[in-house]
Nanobody, 119 residues
């Protein structure tokens, strides 16, 4: 089992910045990829960014150049630095961790943290 707890969301003006954190606990040693997803009202959950255990990263086109994903394995924590925020970035942001299982992989999710970009 893996437990994920997000923090750092809030209200920010357009052009501002926020840093989200995701603290992982439990059986974290075999997590091979972690990511941030978001879900806006009336929309499907979408991938924002991911980072592998080897620190390879990937981003949605909509956030490239503005968001940076990172992880500190010693602290079992993942971060999402969000700069130049836009109103369309408003969503609930979820932390995800993926582990291998016999049948493939299993996803763990945090409870989500609200990010609101508004003037």
């Amino acid at each position: 089992q893996v437990q994920l707890v997000e923090s750092g969301g809030g209200l920010v003006q357009p052009g501002g910045s926020l840093r989200l954190s995701c603290a992982a606990s439990g059986s974290t040693s075999t997590i091979y990829v972690m990511g941030w997803y978001r879900q806006a009202p009336g929309k499907q959950r979408e991938l924002v960014a991911l980072i592998t255990s080897g620190f390879v990263t990937d981003y949605a086109d909509s956030v490239k150049g503005r968001f940076t994903i990172s992880r500190d394995n010693a602290k079992n924590t993942m971060y999402l630095q969000m700069n130049s925020l836009k109103p369309e970035d408003t969503a609930v942001y979820y932390c995800n961790a993926r582990k291998p299982i016999a049948a493939g992989s299993y996803d763990y999710w945090g409870q989500g943290t609200q990010v609101t970009v508004s003037s």
